[in-house]
Nanobody, 127 residues
Framework: VQLVESGGGLVQAGGSLTLSCAAPRFTLDDYAIAWFRQVPGKQREGIACISSTIGNSYYAASVKGRFAISVDNSKDTVLLQMNNLKPEDTAVYLC?????????????????????WGQGTQVTVSS
């Protein structure tokens, strides 16, 4: 089941955006969900992950302290609150679920062990 991202857009440096990742209820309950970002010519970067089963979350150093991941159970979505955005945060942001059920987030985040990728949502941060 493909996940669906939304919420991207154009924002000035220092601004904020909240991205949403819509997923089936059973997916949110049983699997860790991660956010990745992709810049043309670069490797897909895992930036945040949350495991409702274990109750843990993880952030890459590049976003720690600025981004926050959470689950909105009322809307069956995983949110990524992005604050103090920088031009280097410009990318296509994608969400995916971890391959293994009832596991914590795999650290470091590697795209190869995640599935059900969405199409992505573009985030552009102007300087």
């Amino acid at each position: 089941v493909q996940l669906v991202e939304s919420g991207g857009g154009l924002v000035q440096a220092g601004g904020s955006l909240t991205l949403s990742c819509a997923a089936p209820r059973f997916t949110l309950d049983d699997y860790a969900i991660a956010w990745f970002r992709q810049v043309p010519g670069k490797q897909r970067e895992g930036i945040a992950c949350i495991s409702s089963t274990i109750g843990n979350s993880y952030y890459a150093a590049s976003v720690k302290g600025r981004f926050a991941i959470s689950v909105d159970n009322s809307k069956d979505t995983v949110l990524l609150q992005m604050n103090n955005l920088k031009p280097e945060d410009t990318a296509v942001y994608l969400c995916a679920r971890y391959y293994y059920r009832d596991y914590d987030c795999p650290v470091p985040l590697r795209a190869g062990v995640f599935e059900d990728w969405g199409q992505g949502t573009q985030v552009t941060v102007s300087s």
